[in-house]
């Protein structure tokens, strides 16, 4: 029926339009100072006029787009950009990052210096430091400041603008992991932030913070961090923590394992073209179920 399509698109449209209408008055205006601009949005955010703005006050569609912006400005600049449809973001945790960095007393309120001072900074999304913490904190989905494979991909598919091709996605992995232990397959945000400075990829490339910002990471920003900063060009493991579990497998003896699980390095059983014919017939008579071994090759 055409009077319902009218009315259908009458509404689609009236909704867009409050939607851009939106988006547009969290950000500043041609005719506004950075105080007057922070000044409204303090006004409308402090919604109990208690001088303070809370966490569940900060959780607006106002600051849901200022956030946006900062990880991915329309203007094509950064990347990500608006072309890239993500699927699945965290966007409490963002927020709850920039409430961590602006609060500066520690009272876990914004007064409104803290609250100006956090939007000077998320106007300027060219700053690396912020910009790179917002996208970590965004698909950190499960909010354990880790990133696992699933959550590193759509990361990495923000980062292009586009969906990686499997070749390019398993490199970048293989890069990220081997600055931790390959043993775990979740990366920390100093990892990534490591990452981030080594990348090919220059756009990617300009969202690493500075070696001060790493140091900060790593004084307790970021929870399982671990020793110094790993150098990503450097493949080789350097120490034995980053080393891989020994495989058993490679162990000597018809039961892989059976003498050199409980025998220190210069104590294990292999063996070697040195060994006689005697003394690999004493090696295998030590164990009595292989003494079928022997009846049956007359060995």
Request: glycine residues 6%; neutral net charge; proline residues 4%.
């Amino acid at each position: 029926d055409l009077s319902v399509w009218r009315k259908t698109a009458a509404k689609l449209g009236a909704a867009q339009a409050s939607a851009t209408k939106s988006t547009s008055r969290a950000f500043k205006a041609a005719n506004e100072t950075d105080d007057e601009w922070a000044l409204r949005l303090w006004r409308r955010m402090d919604r109990d006029s208690s001088g303070k703005i809370t966490l569940s006050e900060l959780k607006c569609e106002e600051f849901h787009n200022i956030i946006r912006h900062a990880v991915a400005p329309e203007s094509g600049t950064s990347t990500g950009g608006a072309q890239y449809g993500r699927t699945k973001v965290n966007i409490d945790e963002a927020i709850k990052l920039c409430l961590r960095k602006a609060d500066s007393n520690h009272d876990k309120l914004l007064s409104f210096e803290e609250f100006r001072s956090l939007l000077l900074v998320l106007k300027e999304p060219h700053k690396a430091k912020y910009s790179a913490n917002l996208v970590f904190a965004l698909f950190d989905l499960n909010a354990n400041r880790f990133l696992d494979r699933a959550e590193f991909r759509e990361l990495y598919r923000f980062l292009l603008g586009r969906n990686p091709t499997e070749i390019e996605f398993e490199a970048e992995w293989d890069r990220l992991a081997s600055l931790g232990s390959p043993a775990k397959d979740l990366v920390t945000q100093e990892e990534y932030t490591i990452w981030l400075r080594f990348s090919d990829d220059p756009a990617i490339r300009q969202m690493a913070p500075e070696d001060d910002d790493v140091t900060e990471l790593r004084a307790g920003t970021s929870p399982g961090t671990r020793g110094p900063v790993v150098n990503l060009a450097s493949t080789r493991p350097k120490s034995m923590e980053a080393r891989g579990l020994w495989n058993q497998m490679f162990n000597a003896g018809i039961n892989p394992g059976h003498v050199n699980d409980n025998r220190p390095a210069g104590a294990r059983e292999y063996f070697s073209r040195s060994h006689s014919l005697p003394e690999l017939k004493r090696f295998w008579e030590a164990w009595f179920y292989l003494r079928l071994f022997f009846n049956i090759f007359h060995f």
